[in-house]
């Protein structure tokens, strides 16, 4: 089955700047990467996503890149916020087939300084 | 829309004890899922249904865990018995064909 890993496990970074999560992935055959965030004891909720046919994605302060030959994808989060201090997940799938199930990174913890 | 609900929030039980998790997919969704996050760790599937039939329970352990979605709807994931390492969030979550996962707030499970 598919192996995501995730690194770093946590990432402090002053107010403004920016963050970045990587994440790489085994199985050839993934075409759709999601990213969550997961706050304190709440629900993992997703922020923005990527199909393998795009090589970049933004969505404001936040932007996904992703490297098929090289098999990883990364998280940017431009002009950060106490806000967006949670885990962040990366994951992988296979989607439009029945078997679309979501292998998950084991998170990053970001916290943001005021 | 309405969410995923789950029920209950919390549970805490002692090891061998059974107990029961019960999930309400978003209306219309057909691929309802179960996860357990352990503490630090991102989520791992359990079990996948496509309306009432199972599609995925590679990841579950079968001796002791069992689920169902009756009429393609409601679900419920239970443990028979539990042990101390079954300490997790279980989320449920649901998703309409080929569209991302929308999750549930999950139910705590303590085993002492």
């Known amino acids: 089955g598919e192996n995501v890993e995730q690194h770093p496990s946590t990432l402090s970074v002053q107010e403004g700047d920016s963050a970045v999560i990587k994440c790489t992935y085994s199985d050839s055959a993934s075409n759709y990467f999601p990213w969550y965030k997961q706050e304190l004891g709440k629900r993992p909720q997703l922020i923005i996503d990527i199909r393998s046919n795009v090589g970049e994605k933004k969505d404001q302060r936040i932007a996904v890149t992703l490297n098929k030959t090289a098999k990883h994808f990364s998280l940017h989060i431009t002009e950060t916020q106490p806000e967006d201090s949670a885990v962040y997940f990366c994951a992988a799938s296979t989607r439009g087939s029945t078997l679309g199930r979501l292998y998950f990174g084991r998170g990053t913890q970001l916290t943001v300084w005021p | 829309e309405a969410g995923v609900a789950q029920s209950p929030r919390y549970k805490i039980i002692e090891k061998r004890q059974s107990v029961a998790f019960w999930c309400n997919p978003i209306?219309?969704?057909?691929?309802l899922y179960w996860y357990q996050q352990i503490l630090g760790q991102g989520p791992k599937l359990l079990i996948q249904?496509?309306?009432?039939?199972?599609?995925?329970d590679s990841q579950l352990p079968k001796d002791r865990f069992s689920a169902e979605r009756l009429k393609g709807v409601d679900s419920t994931l239970k443990i028979q018995p539990a042990k101390l390492e079954d300490s997790a969030v279980y989320l449920c979550?649901?998703?309409?064909?080929?569209?991302?996962?929308?999750f549930g707030s999950g139910t705590r499970l303590t085993v002492v």
């Open positions: 979550a649901s998703s309409l064909a080929d569209r991302e996962n929308t």
């Open positions: 249904f496509q309306n009432n039939g199972v599609v995925d």
């Open positions: 209306s219309g969704h057909a691929t």
